[in-house]
């Protein structure tokens, strides 16, 4: 079954599985992409990050896990002022979109500016 996990402090959607009482929780090839580069981002902040680790989505994800166990909370990822300015009507459109997943007008069009370069990059 589907559900929406929050992991890290942002929302990614999933795939619950319970077989024989014991629960697996999968992320698609893309929320796996979109997970790492979050966490790149959002680490930064954090704690030490070097490239190598950028490479390893599980050194990404122990990281994360130690920095949220050391602040006893969720990590964030920085606030950005963009330097220009939507329509009205697109701006309530991000805004409603971004309220239904839980997440800030940011933080959705970071992920989907994300998406859409990974879709670019990869198809060349």
Excluded: H, W
Excluded at 42 to 62: G, R
Excluded at 72 to 83: A, N, T
């Amino acid at each position: 079954m589907k559900y929406n996990i929050n992991l890290f402090g942002n929302n990614f959607d999933c795939e619950l599985d319970i077989q024989d009482d014991t629960l697996t929780i999968a992320l698609n090839q893309d929320n796996q992409k979109a997970l790492k580069s979050y966490l790149s981002r959002v680490l930064l902040k954090y704690t030490e990050f070097n490239d190598v680790d950028k490479d390893s989505l599980e050194l990404m994800i122990n990281k994360a896990i130690q920095v949220e166990k050391s602040m006893g909370g969720r990590m964030s990822e920085p606030k950005l002022k963009l330097p220009y300015e939507f329509a009205p009507e697109v701006k309530e459109k991000l805004i409603e979109c971004a309220d239904l997943q839980d997440t800030s007008a940011t933080q959705l069009l970071i992920r989907l500016i994300d998406q859409k370069y990974q879709e670019v990059m990869n198809n060349d």
